[in-house]
């Protein structure tokens, strides 16, 4: 079954430092990848996507993913955090079927700045 | 812009009278998502169509049921809801053609239960 593991429930780093969100599935076939951040009270806002080819993605806001076949990873990472990166952080597999995209949630990583 | 929106952003129902939460889109996405969301926890998906076709999760409750008249617009109806029903109720959407395809999520509706 398709699973998506974040160990991380909750992270501190300070406001400057860099960071790495850790995300490990679950999946038969050839996932499709999704990070999504949450802001207190709101939606999620997709920061990045990986389906295929290089396996180094870019998102918004300066973030970063690297896709790891061997491990079956997903970390998302930025150089340098901003105190407004503070924010509920999932990383998804995408694993429906015919035409829909059903998403499998991790439990997500709680990430606090410290100033 | 073009966007999912979702009204009201806080409901306040009471225990057992029936409730729904819209979702309204202006994406022109085949396919919108009805997700529960409770505190400290990632998404639950309920149910999502595909135009008019319906798609239930296995394990959503029969209290939840959910209505879209048009692309634009979709409903969840809660018929009684119980104190457990107490969420965020996120409205997402996306264009279908698989899994590729990213969800353009709303602000959520935060349901509380008298």
């Known amino acids: 079954a398709q699973s998506v593991t974040q160990p991380d429930i909750h992270i501190t780093v300070s406001e400057g430092a860099s960071l790495e969100l850790r995300c490990n599935y679950s999946y038969g076939a050839t996932p499709y990848l999704f990070w999504y951040v949450q802001s207190p009270g709101q939606g999620l806002q997709l920061l990045l996507k990986y389906f295929s080819g290089d396996t180094l993605v870019q998102g918004i806001k300066g973030f970063e993913a690297e896709f790891k076949r061997s491990q079956s990873s997903f970390n998302l990472r930025k150089p340098s955090v901003h105190w407004s990166d503070a924010a509920e952080y999932f990383c998804?597999?995408?694993?429906?079927?015919?035409?829909?995209?059903?998403?499998?949630f991790g439990q997500g990583t709680t990430l606090q700045v410290k100033p | 812009d073009a966007m999912v929106i979702q009204n009201p952003r806080y409901q306040v129902t009471q225990f057992g009278k029936p409730v729904t939460l819209s979702c309204s889109q202006t994406?022109?996405?085949?396919?919108m998502y009805w997700y529960q969301q409770k505190s400290s926890q990632a998404p639950k998906l309920l149910f999502h169509y595909y135009d008019k076709d319906f798609n239930n999760e296995a394990d959503t409750p029969d209290n939840f049921q959910s209505r879209r008249p048009n692309t634009s617009f979709c409903f969840l109806d809660i018929r009684s809801p119980g104190l457990g029903d107490a969420a965020m109720y996120l409205c997402a959407t996306s264009r279908g053609e698989g899994t590729r395809q990213p969800q353009h999520f709303g602000d959520g509706t935060r349901l509380s239960i008298l």
């Open positions: 998804a597999v995408g694993a429906g079927s015919g035409n829909t995209g059903k998403l499998i």
């Open positions: 994406l022109n996405h085949n396919v």
